[in-house]
């Protein structure tokens, strides 16, 4: 079993900053990637970023890309998204993911609120 828990969300105006943490514990060896997911009012849950463990590659969905960065620290088995820019439709509950594999997400956070105001 793997636990997650995500840190770092609260209210910003538009344009400002913030950073998100998840930190991974239990069995945390042979992770493939983890990733950040989010869920606005009355949307689906969607793909923010993602990163592999081993290698660092990234991917970020459009609306993110050039304002979000994703990244880790193997060794505190941490994950950050730090998210700059901020708009209104930013606003969503934001989601960390772990992955062992390249096909499913099998683990999730609890989830922590960012709310960007005009």
């Known amino acids: 079993q793997v636990q997650l828990a995500e840190s770092g969300g609260g209210l910003v105006q538009a344009g400002g900053s913030l950073r998100l943490s998840c930190a991974a514990s239990?069995?945390?060896?042979?992770?493939?990637?983890m990733g950040w997911f989010r869920q606005g009012p009355g949307k689906e849950r969607e793909f923010v970023a993602s990163i592999t463990w081993i290698g660092g590659r990234t991917d970020y969905t459009d609306s993110v890309q050039g304002r979000f960065t994703i990244s880790r620290d193997n060794a505190k088995n941490t994950m950050y998204l730090q998210m700059d820019s901020l708009k209104p439709e930013d606003t969503a509950v934001y989601y960390c993911?772990?992955?062992?594999?390249?096909?499913?997400?099998?683990?999730w956070g609890q989830g922590t609120q960012v709310t960007v105001s005009l």
């Open positions: 239990g069995r945390t060896f042979s992770v493939y990637a």
């Open positions: 993911a772990l992955a062992h594999s390249r096909t499913t997400w099998s683990y």
